[in-house]
């Protein structure tokens, strides 16, 4: 159930940022932090494996803000090359996958 319920959120998010864009008329308005928290889920997931204790809830956001920043491949092309509510979301999903990787990496030999 909760990966459904980020299906539906990054299905929300990407007709937010279509009216966002279509108003302001910037492609990757700032103003979007939608993407921010479905990124931010998607690394969280694998928590719902392993026993959670905060320090690998901190872990998973700086992971995942690492991700969003350094933007290895295919995140920089999803934030370059897609446009629209799809491609402000994509990118911050994909950061969530990588992030949710390593996370999980982590949780199995720790």
Aim: proline content about 5%; overall charge neutral; hydrophobic content about 65%.
């Amino acid at each position: 159930w909760v990966v459904a319920i980020i299906v539906v959120s990054f299905v929300i998010g990407i007709w937010a940022s279509n009216i966002i864009i279509d108003r302001l008329h910037i492609s990757d308005p700032g103003v979007i932090v939608w993407d921010e928290f479905v990124g931010q889920w998607i690394t969280l997931l694998p928590l719902l494996i392993w026993p959670v204790h905060w320090v690998w809830i901190v872990a998973g956001f700086f992971l995942f803000r690492l991700f969003d920043v350094w933007k290895p491949w295919p995140c920089s092309w999803a934030d370059r090359k897609v446009k629209g509510g799809f491609g402000v979301m994509l990118d911050d999903v994909l950061a969530g996958i990588y992030a949710a990787i390593v996370l999980a990496v982590l949780l199995k030999f720790a």
